[in-house]
């Protein structure tokens, strides 16, 4: 009996001096584990929690340690090893975790941890894309600027809603808006802690002419208009009038500056941005060639886009060409509020302006103007 005490103790010794980890915590992927099965060295060793919260061992085959402790792993594995030894002893320690920040919701990922780590300075390693997190960190966790917090806050990230969880329990849930304001730091974080982040509870869809079409996060009392922000701004095709905006079951056509998009979104609000129609303007105009009508798609528009007409145009036959089809306006009787001789242009549809008879069309072009009030943008 004496013989076979000291080598269980040279074991323990020797799995105590490979464990440099003593507190008993719940383990996480990415910590190593050291597995000592008493009398069996060929199923003693070192063993990696992989990224599912597993681990393999020999003859035990895989073990689930999804929110143990180092004792509950030992007694799994001994019951996963009862049907091929007698009575096995098996003891389990925690050789050493990585120095990760793990982040649950929003960019996800893992963050690299530093002693003194802060959840606000955490955060402020949050990447705006979502799509990598970065490591660098201050020692202290209270030297980074605010400035990326403040830009983080305007993301799909709800910020006055962050969760810390340790060892499968909660921290408690953190405004870091307000930390922000008040120089807050929040709880200072342990390796293994996991941030959990929230969208903003407002879901608005952006589809049409917008760098990334998608759907975006809003806090209740945001305006619609920052919707465009978080899918990256309009692109350089977009018109800034024309958008559709489908709320609440019912449709409208907005125009971008509409006081609509200075009051807050409301839940499932969808915003359609159109690109703008590109037409091309040939005959008796100052700048014949192609026009992008941005704000208005109005025969009128493209024809001030093109510098208007020139002095001896025939504007009782602008002839507009849609596909196969074409169709002969006289903008002359616009004088007499006739707004059926300004359609509205599609992408593609070309502009004629023929030569007339001795008349001043520019002027006469300047008069329709002034008395249609019309506003036009190049």
């Not at 990447?127 to 490591?135: D, F, K, Q, W, Y």
């Not at 300004?342 to 008879?357: A, C, I, R, T």
Request: some cysteine; hydrophobic content about 40%.
């Amino acid at each position: 009996m004496q013989f076979q005490a000291i080598p269980r103790a040279l074991i323990v010794l020797c799995a105590l001096l490979v464990s440099p980890v003593a507190a008993a915590s719940t383990i996480h992927a990415g910590d190593q584990l050291f597995v000592t099965v008493y009398g069996h060295p060929e199923l003693t060793g070192p063993f990696a929690v992989n990224a599912e919260e597993r681990i393999s061992l020999p003859l035990a085959g895989t073990i689930d340690v999804h929110g143990l402790e180092t004792q509950q792993i030992a007694e799994r594995i001994k019951r996963a090893l009862g049907p091929y030894l007698i009575k096995p002893a098996v003891d389990v320690q925690l050789k050493s975790q990585p120095d990760r920040i793990f982040v649950s919701g929003g960019p996800g990922g893992v963050l690299k941890f530093q002693p003194g780590e802060t959840l606000a300075a955490a955060l402020a390693d949050l990447p705006l894309s979502g799509r990598e997190v970065a490591s660098g960190a201050s020692a202290d966790g209270a030297t980074r600027s605010d400035d990326r917090l403040a830009s983080t806050a305007t993301s799909r990230i709800d910020l006055r809603r962050v969760g810390v969880m340790r060892d499968g329990k909660s921290l408690g849930t953190f405004d870091a808006t307000e930390l922000s304001a008040d120089g807050g730091s929040g709880p200072t974080l342990q390796p293994g802690d996991t941030i959990v982040l929230v969208d903003k509870p407002v879901a608005v869809r952006v589809n049409g002419a917008v760098q990334t079409p998608g759907v975006a996060y809003l806090w209740s009392d945001e305006p619609l208009s920052d919707a465009f922000a978080q899918v990256g701004g309009l692109s350089a095709s977009a018109a800034t009038s024309h958008l559709t905006l489908a709320r609440a079951g019912t449709t409208q056509v907005v125009a971008l500056g509409d006081a609509i998009f200075v009051r807050p979104a409301q839940n499932r609000d969808i915003v359609t941005v159109p690109s703008a129609p590109r037409v091309v303007v040939a005959g008796l105009v100052d700048k014949p060639g192609t026009v992008t009508l941005k704000t208005d798609f109005s025969l009128l528009s493209a024809l001030y886009s093109a510098g208007g007409p020139t002095t001896w145009a025939n504007l009782s036959q602008v002839q507009v060409i849609s596909g196969d089809a074409k169709t002969t306006y006289d903008i002359g009787k616009m004088v007499h509020g006739d707004t059926s001789q300004n359609p509205q242009l599609k992408d593609g549809d070309v502009v004629f302006v023929p030569e007339g008879h001795k008349v001043d069309s520019k002027s006469i072009f300047q008069s329709i103007l002034g008395g249609v009030g019309l506003l036009l943008l190049r």
